[in-house]
Each structure stands twice: as structure tokens, then as C-alpha cells.
């Protein structure tokens, strides 16, 4: 491997480590941990299969067209699908950017004591100061490297000196636990699904390839970023779920607050290992906050046929740059009406698992056509993955408003 | 059929640049005209109102509506159309042989939204 | 004409028969004229064209190429010159 490969490779996987937790994570796996201890993990291990083999797909469109995943969606699925499609998106991100922001501000007030209300205005205007004077590449290496931090989650783990066989006939029990019921169950199966299965991320993998201008020749470093990236954002993923189970499940504690995510950690490593935490939380929130909000850029930009993106400047990307800044404002609006930042993900990741098959479907038919992807098309491996996570997410999209009801929100 | 291209994935919502390759918009609908019992691609149709009126339904309407609403009085009515003259080429992504700044009736709220608020801000840089 | 409304047109032949929906537009690439008509019904026609099924641009995945086979065994191509009148919404054949 020559060095600049390496480089790359740990750089991108990094981010790819970022991008993958976020603020729908940090809420859904404390909640499930406290509650169904790792007896959802595998459907972590199955998200992550997911969203692989469509990053993958998605990066490998990029890198044979130039273009992004969602810039051919509308000749495939057609103007009226698309667009019900990208308005689902656009509502679903605002609500997203709007947990995001909070849980940067929430960072903000673990580390300061000030209340958040008073930090989302701030943090709105981070993001549009680094947004608006970072280059690409810096702005998502930045957070990468910072998002690293969360890897305290793993450590903490250790220093709980946790029961193995406890924890592992935990993950080999794919049920409730006594006392919950199969709606619950089944309602946080879809929670997770929706916080893990994020199609943001694919946008912003494939728009990012396209911005830093990868070519087929870079489908190995492409490969490598997707195999090792998304796998370790999942072992952090599983490492909170086990944490909060190791920590909240026999006390019977319920998560209702983000800075309770950061309190297992507190406990295993005290205040450097709560720092850390914090400092995991901001980087995560805050990439996460940079990519929802891009992703539904481009994909706005892309329906539309505008010009978009960060290489240029932005009086050249107009009606891009005023869509971004549009979607920033609403949802800091949003956060600022003190509707509690829980909830508010909790509803976003379900609607987000809805609109997944409107999503999946246009880039796995693009993948497909042999005259554009050329020796690049998909192959039986991610056909077969490909449709199989379009069946799954086809029966989640289907089952997520009635569970949404039935159990008010995982409430009974 | 090698000399034919398929009129949907070739021109129908495809991408349109222009002849620096910078995205102008995309395809909402082509116009074709019937000469001398021949039918043919006349112009492409870009923006709101044309998508709008191909969508149809509530929506469409409102949305072509709004669109025709915000052109300048001074442009030809009904959507703003590229003629097929200033096609370069149409595979993969559909581009014309003239620069962005001199297609004055395409892409008005691009335009209108650098001059008015994105050209203003510092570091913006400048939009031709 | 706008394309979009040729696209939802029915085509008859001359009898009055109905033949299938417009699906595709066929054009010559040097002038742009209509060369013919993808036509055709059933399930998922729109979807066998706009997919890549139809002239096997696709080929996978599976479970949506079944999907659409039915469509695609039954799509026709036009010939421009077997085209007698573009009425408003219908295309009749001679």
C-alpha cells in the first residue's frame, strides 16, 4: 500500500466512522440498551450490511459518471416519485438538523453549564462559519478525527468488566425481555433501522467522491473507506447499546435525556473519559449536523439539475447555497421551540426508515444499466444485497406508522 | 437501433450545462414540432413552469402557476425554452455550445438570487 | 407537442384498436426527429422502459427483472412511417 493510499485509507475511514454515528444513534442505542439490553444488535449488523452495499454502489456510480447517486433517480423513477421522494427528504432533514443542533448544543452545555437553548443559535452559526470558509476535505477530516473520541465507548466497556456470557446470551436472544412487548420490540427495530440505515450518508459519500473528484481508478480506496468505515461506526453503535445496558438495564433506567448517553462512560473512566464522551458527542453531532444538511442540498440541487456544491463559490451555486441556508434556519428555528430533542429524533428516524425504498431503489436501478456503469455495473453480490435490503426496508417502511401508533412512539 | 437514442434517457430529466460544463438546470419537457409531416425536437423546456405543467394535479398547476407568476413580464410567455440549435451533445449529460451569461431566459431565480443576496455576502465571490 | 403528452398517449391502429401506451420516443441522433414509439401495456410498462429492461440496458436485479418481464415481452417498437395522425392524446396508425 504506498503511503498515500494510507493515508486516505485512515482518513476516509474516519470520517466514514463520523458520519455513521449521529445524534438518531446516540439516542436510539442508549434507549435500547437501557431497555432491550443487545437484544437488537443484530439489527445493527444488518443496517450496516445495508448501508454498505449501497455507499458502495452509490460510490461506484460516482466514480463511473461523475455524477451523484440521486442525479439519475428522476429518469428512472420518474418527476412525480422523485419529488414525493425529496420532499419526504427535505421534511425528514429539517427535523434531523434540528435534533443535530441540539445535541451539539447539548455538547455545549455538558461542557459549560449554560442551558442549551442558549447554545442552538451558536451552534448554527459554527456550522455556517465553517461551512462557509473550510474547504471540503479539512472541514470532514476535522470532525473525523475528532469523532474518534467516541471510541471511549469502547474502552468503557472494558473497564465495566462486564459478565461476557451475560452480554452474549443477550445478543443471541432476538425477543423482548420480559415485561416488554413485540410492539415495543419491533417499534425500536425500526428506530434503529431509521438511524442506521441513513441515506444521508450515502448522498454525502457519493456527492463527496464526486466533489473530491475520485475516478474509477480509485474503486479500491473507495472500497476500503465503505468495508472499514461503516463496520466501526457499528462496533461503536453496539458498544452504547452495551454500555447503556451494562449501566441503566438493572436499574430499570429509563433514557430520556442525550447527557445520559454520556454517563456510562463517566462512570467506567470518571471525568477524562466524561470529557471524551462530550467531546465524541460534539464531533458526532456536528458532522452529522454538516452532512444531513449537504445531502439535502444535493439532493435538492440534483432534482432541480442547479449547480451545487463547496468547489465553487457560492454566488456561482446560488439557489444550492440559499436552499442549505434555508434548511439551517428552519431547523434552528425548530430547536429553538423547546420541543424536546428525543422526541423530535425519535419521529425523524421513523420517517426516515420510510423513505428508504424511495431512496434505495433509483441507485440500485442505476447500478444496473450496463451502457452508463460499464464494467463498473453491480454484480450478483450487490444485487442480491441490494434487493434484499430493498425487501427489508420495504417491510419497515410498511410497519413504521401503524408501530408509531400502537405503541406511541415505544412508549407501551 | 444504434443511430436512435431513447428520447427519456437521453434528453427527458436529464442534466443540462452549459458550454463550460456548469449545470443549468434539468430537462422538464421537450417541445417537438410537426414539419412537412415530420416531427421533430423543436426546443427543450426548463424550469417550475414546464415541470409543473407535466406534473399536473393540484400541485403542478400551483407549481407552474407560481413559476409563470415570477418571470419577468418582458420574456415570451410560457416556460422558458433552450433552442435544439444549441445543443453540443446529449450523451451522458446534455450540453449546449453557448456559455451560461448568455442564455438571459433560463434559470431567473439563479440569477436573481446571486445578484440579490448570495453576491452580497463576504466571500461569496461573484456569480459570472 | 410537448413530449410529455405524446408519452401519454394511446396508440390505435386503424381499426380503432387499441395497440398500447406510448412509453418511449425513439429519435435520430444527427437531427433530432422522431424515428418511432416504444409502445406498449401492461404491468409495470412504464417502469420496463425507464428501468433499463426493455432494451436490456438492465439486466438485474433479479427479483425486479421478473417483475417487469411480462411487461417487456409484450412492448413493440413503431415505426414513425406506420404513423397516420398525432391527434390530441392519441396516436392513430395506418
Not at chain 1, 52 to 74: D, V
Not at chain 1, 326 to 332: D, E, H, M, N, V
Not at chain 2, 69 to 98: C, H, S, Y
Amino acid at each position: 500500500m504506498k503511503p498515500s493510499t494510507l493515508f486516505a485509507f485512515t482518513l476516509g475511514t474516519l470520517s466514514a466512522i463520523g458520519g455513521f454515528i449521529d445524534i438518531g444513534d446516540l439516542v436510539a442505542d442508549a434507549q435500547v440498551g437501557a431497555r432491550f439490553g443487545l437484544r437488537l444488535a443484530w439489527v445493527t449488523v444488518v443496517s450496516v450490511i445495508g448501508i454498505m452495499c449501497f455507499a458502495e454502489m452509490s460510490g461506484r456510480i460516482a466514480l463511473k459518471t461523475q455524477r451523484p447517486a440521486f442525479g439519475l433517480a428522476r429518469s428512472r423513477i420518474g418527476p412525480r416519485y422523485a419529488l414525493a421522494g425529496l420532499v419526504g427528504a427535505f421534511l425528514v432533514t429539517a427535523l434531523l438538523v434540528m435534533a443535530e443542533l441540539s445535541g451539539v448544543a447539548l455538547a455545549l452545555e455538558l461542557a459549560s453549564g449554560f442551558h442549551y437553548l442558549l447554545w442552538v443559535p451558536v451552534a448554527a452559526a459554527f456550522v455556517v462559519v465553517v461551512v462557509w470558509t473550510l474547504p471540503f476535505k479539512l472541514m470532514h477530516r476535522i470532525y473525523g478525527v475528532l469523532g474518534l473520541a467516541m471510541l471511549v465507548y469502547v474502552v468503557a466497556i472494558w473497564k465495566l468488566d462486564p459478565d461476557w456470557s451475560t452480554m452474549w446470551r443477550s445478543t443471541a436472544t432476538p425477543a423482548p425481555v420480559p415485561g416488554e412487548t413485540w410492539g415495543a420490540y419491533l417499534f425500536f427495530v425500526v428506530v434503529l433501522i431509521g438511524a442506521q440505515m441513513t441515506p444521508y450518508e450515502m448522498f454525502f459519500f457519493s456527492s463527496g467522491a464526486v466533489e473530491s473528484r475520485w475516478r474509477p481508478k480509485d474503486l479500491a480506496e473507495m472500497r476500503i473507506n465503505v468495508i472499514v468505515g461503516f463496520p466501526l461506526g457499528g462496533l461503536l453503535a453496539i458498544a452504547i447499546q452495551a454500555a447503556a445496558f451494562l449501566v441503566f438495564f438493572d436499574l430499570g433506567v429509563q433514557v430520556d435525556h442525550i447527557s445520559q448517553t454520556a454517563l456510562p462512560v463517566a462512570l467506567a473512566l470518571g471525568q477524562v473519559g466524561f470529557l471524551l464522551a462530550i467531546v465524541g458527542i460534539f464531533a458526532a453531532t456536528f458532522g452529522a449536523t454538516l452532512e444531513t444538511l449537504f445531502a439535502t442540498g444535493y439532493e435538492i440541487a440534483q432534482y432541480f439539475g442547479w449547480s451545487y456544491g463547496k468547489v465553487q463559490p457560492p454566488a456561482r451555486a446560488a439557489r444550492f447555497t440559499t436552499a442549505t441556508l434555508a434548511l439551517l434556519l428552519i431547523s434552528a428555528a425548530l430547536a429553538l421551540t423547546t420541543l424536546d430533542p428525543i422526541t423530535v429524533t425519535i419521529v425523524a428516524v421513523v420517517f426516515s426508515a420510510a423513505l428508504l425504498p424511495f431512496l434505495f431503489v433509483p441507485v440500485l436501478l442505476t447500478a444496473n444499466d450496463r451502457e452508463l456503469m460499464g464494467e463498473l455495473v453491480n454484480g450478483r453480490l450487490a444485487n442480491a444485497v441490494g434487493s434484499l435490503t430493498i425487501l427489508f426496508s420495504v417491510a419497515v417502511a410498511l410497519a413504521a406508522f401503524p408501530l408509531l401508533v400502537l405503541t406511541r412512539a415505544g412508549v407501551s | 437501433m444504434n443511430e436512435h437514442v431513447s428520447a427519456r434517457i437521453a434528453l427527458l430529466d436529464n442534466q443540462l450545462v452549459d458550454a463550460d460544463r456548469r449545470p443549468i438546470g434539468r430537462i422538464d419537457d421537450v417541445e417537438l414540432s410537426l414539419e412537412n409531416g415530420t416531427l421533430r425536437v423543436d426546443s427543450i423546456l426548463i424550469g417550475a413552469q414546464a415541470l409543473g405543467e407535466r406534473l399536473g394535479g393540484t400541485i403542478g398547476r400551483g407549481m407552474a402557476a407560481v413559476a409563470a407568476r415570477l418571470r419577468p413580464r418582458t420574456d415570451p410567455p410560457g416556460p422558458a425554452r433552450i433552442d435544439v440549435a444549441l445543443i453540443e451533445e446529449f450523451e451522458p449529460l446534455v450540453r449546449l455550445n453557448v456559455p451560461f451569461r448568455e442564455l438571459r431566459e433560463v434559470a431567473g431565480l439563479e440569477r436573481w438570487l446571486a445578484r440579490h443576496a448570495i453576491e452580497r455576502l463576504p466571500g461569496a465571490g461573484r456569480a459570472d | 407537442m410537448r413530449i410529455s403528452e405524446l408519452l401519454a398517449s394511446v396508440v390505435v391502429d386503424e381499426s380503432g384498436r387499441r395497440v398500447g401506451r406510448v412509453r418511449d420516443v425513439r429519435l435520430a441522433k444527427d437531427d433530432l426527429r422522431v424515428v418511432g414509439l416504444v409502445v406498449g401495456d401492461g404491468f409495470l410498462a412504464d417502469a420496463a422502459v425507464a428501468w433499463g429492461f426493455a432494451d436490456g440496458r438492465a439486466r438485474g436485479p433479479w427479483p425486479l427483472e421478473r417483475l417487469t418481464a411480462h411487461a417487456v415481452q409484450r412492448i413493440t417498437f413503431v415505426p414513425v412511417e406506420r404513423v397516420a395522425r398525432w391527434d390530441h392524446g392519441e396516436v392513430v396508425l395506418a
